[in-house]
């Protein structure tokens, strides 16, 4: 392989993403996870943690830890706070993806591929996507009630736009045998298995 090659999966909430990186994992595929990422920088003592909660009040449970919802239900409904947010993580979590960078594949799970300007650390950008009434009942096995599950899409980038962006498309609409076919096919034609 003459190019590094850096693959960037990332669809709509409830599409799909984490099965598809699931499923690389367990083909023996080594898969960053922004959410992850995240997650990590957020912890005690750790520059995210630092940094959010001495920007946001009240983000710490009893144990000092950040509570995750607490800070979801302030961003959420705020788009100066979660542009805020946005602001001090995703420098953050760039620095650890572009630490992976320099094996010759790297693939990562990035939900807001396209959102940011992540985009540009990517050669290839594999697209997960569903219908709509797929993905809200998918959000409501995770806990959503509709108008949350709703509420959650429609504050994304509309499904077409991505589309537009992306250099793969895999449809996750039929039971996850046909998703990973359509995986599998994938990695074939990058010449990854």
Do not use: W
């Not at 595929?29 to 003592?45: A, K, P, T, W």
């Not at 542009?83 to 992976?100: C, D, R, S, V």
Request: proline share 2%; hydrophobic share 35%.
């Amino acid at each position: 392989m003459s190019k590094r090659l850096t693959i960037a999966i990332t669809g709509t909430i409830g599409s799909g993403k984490s099965t598809v990186c699931s499923y690389l994992r367990k083909k023996g595929f080594s898969v960053d996870d922004c959410d992850e990422i995240n997650r990590q920088l957020l912890l005690s003592g750790q520059p995210g943690y630092q940094k959010v909660t001495a920007a946001f009040k009240g983000v710490t449970n009893d144990k000092g830890a950040i509570d995750h919802k607490a800070l979801a239900d302030i961003v959420f409904n705020d788009q100066n706070k979660l542009t805020e947010l946005q602001n001090i993580m995703h420098p953050l979590i760039k620095a650890e993806l572009t630490k992976g960078m320099d094996q010759e594949v790297y693939l990562a799970e990035v939900p807001l591929l396209f959102e940011t300007d992540f985009y540009r650390l990517f050669n290839c950008k594999v697209l997960i996507v569903c219908d709509e009434n797929i993905a809200i009942n998918r959000l409501k096995e995770r806990g959503f009630d509709e108008e949350m599950a709703k509420a959650r899409i429609k504050k994304q980038m509309p499904v077409e736009e991505k589309i537009r962006r992306s250099d793969y498309i895999i449809y996750n609409n039929g039971t996850e045998d046909d998703l990973f076919e359509q995986v599998d096919h994938f990695l074939e034609e990058v010449k990854l298995c």
